[in-house]
């Protein structure tokens, strides 16, 4: 079974690579470890999440504003944040090999490398040390942000003048963070350069104990039918965690994690924690409400990585299926096809155009008038490289719903055939109710 979730993944990794999802930063030096490109379908799939995201979580709701804060910031945020004293994870190094491991990764207490002998754990800070202006000297001493949280909490005065919100309401985030982490892998699933959709929800200082779990019940639910609307069968691949209080980050009183069971195994997919009054207190920021009355919210924090989405989403949506010979135009296709079944909404491609044969004028001309239509409202593409049965399973790895050929019936009866990916069953549309047909099958 190990070996079959292996094969998993170097199949998704392989598919990424070929089909111009993914590519391994820096490769024609060499690439640099564990940094990754996203090429034009990948960076197309990661913008549709983001701005899916956006949509939901912030323009959506009247409770929600967005931001967007620096990567730099004064050193003084880390320190009243805790992130320069707590921001550290424990760092064993083989006597060996020398190689470097996070201790918590380590299932027996030898060098997984060579079995050499490791040294007793060393606490290391994760956060990305740089230098404000020309001096490299300890006075200019900066960091790359590690969460993009601290943005928010530093302009929660700036975004009470100037919106004028009232509790309780949210401050939404989608940015990078970087993270100079022990032991990187599992392809994009750990990075020390990667991008966060976060969003800190303000609500009243609990009278009661318990006043805050309505709150958090009610972003765990959202967290939920975000992760549905990804593609992803919550109930099959989905485990909630809730962490213990020895492993709890600095800043939480409880947290959730919500693990995905990825190829490698079950890992932490997003997260929501309850951060207390923690920040706001921290950074000497309170809240005076519409009687006068002062006090310090406290924060819900909903944490949804943008990579490992990009990566749930591809695990849910590869397929390979058993396929029966199929007719005409798609004579050819083997009996395995690798197909991304995606949700619509997520394909980087959602309609392909081709003519039955490259070589004649007339069909090129008519897909290209029926493609140069449909390109207005839909990301479409243009293929015209091979045959038909070649250009479907070009396709269906990229995970494009629906592909239109435009053959010699086309020039007669300005009609096409239309090929849906899941079913791979085809239809005859004519081309003047093509946005008709597309607005119901992609705008649900």
């Avoid at 975004?159 to 009232?166: A, G, V």
Wanted: net charge neutral; proline share 6%; glycine share 6%.
């Amino acid at each position: 079974m190990a070996e079959e979730k292996n094969d998993l993944m170097e199949k998704i990794v392989s598919l990424t690579k070929r089909r111009g999802f993914v590519f391994p930063g820096s490769e024609i030096y060499g690439g640099m470890a564990n940094t990754w490109d996203y090429g034009p379908y990948g960076v197309e799939l990661k913008n549709n999440i983001k701005q899916r995201w956006w949509k939901k979580f912030v323009q959506d709701r009247e409770d929600m504003v967005g931001l967007d804060a620096a990567l730099i910031m004064n050193p003084k945020v880390w320190e009243a944040s805790g992130h320069l004293v707590n921001f550290k994870d424990p760092l064993v190094e083989c006597e060996k090999c020398h190689n470097r491991f996070r201790e918590d990764d380590l299932k027996e207490k030898k060098c997984p490398d060579c079995g050499g002998k490791l040294t007793s754990p060393k606490q290391f800070n994760l956060m990305f040390k740089t230098f404000f202006g020309p001096a490299e000297e300890s006075a200019n001493i900066a960091y790359f942000r590690p969460e993009t949280a601290q943005g928010i909490f530093v302009n929660f005065k700036n975004i009470l003048d100037t919106t004028r919100k009232r509790i309780p309401f949210g401050i939404a985030q989608i940015g990078k963070a970087f993270r100079n982490e022990i032991t990187p892998g599992n392809f994009i699933f750990r990075t020390r350069e990667f991008e966060q959709m976060e969003i800190e929800y303000f609500i009243p200082a609990p009278k009661k104990d318990k006043d805050w779990e309505k709150y958090f019940e009610d972003w765990r639910k959202e967290m939920i039918s975000w992760m549905k609307n990804l593609g992803i069968d919550v109930k099959k691949e989905i485990h909630e965690l809730n962490v213990p209080k020895d492993e709890l980050a600095h800043y939480s009183k409880k947290t959730i994690d919500f693990e995905y069971r990825f190829p490698f195994g079950q890992k932490e997919l997003y997260g929501l924690a309850y951060r207390t009054d923690f920040d706001l207190k921290s950074h000497g920021l309170d809240y005076t409400d519409e009687d006068g009355n002062k006090f310090i919210p406290h924060v819900i924090e909903p944490s949804l990585g943008v990579d490992r989405s990009v990566l749930a989403a591809l695990c849910s949506a590869y397929k390979e299926e058993k396929t029966p010979p199929q007719p005409s135009p798609s004579k050819g296709e083997g009996a395995i096809r690798v197909v991304l079944k995606l949700p619509n909404w997520l394909a980087p491609v959602k309609i392909a155009v081709f003519p039955l044969m490259r070589n004649k004028p007339e069909l090129v001309a008519k897909a290209k008038e029926i493609f140069n239509s449909l390109k207005l409202d839909y990301r479409c593409e243009f293929d015209d490289n091979g045959n038909v049965g070649k250009r479907y399973r070009r396709q269906d790895e990229i995970g494009t719903p629906y592909c239109i050929t435009v053959d010699f019936d086309s020039l007669e009866k300005d009609d096409v055939t239309v090929r849906d990916r899941d079913s791979m069953k085809q239809v005859r549309v004519k081309v003047e109710e093509l946005k008709e047909y597309f607005r119901e099958k992609l705008e649900k």
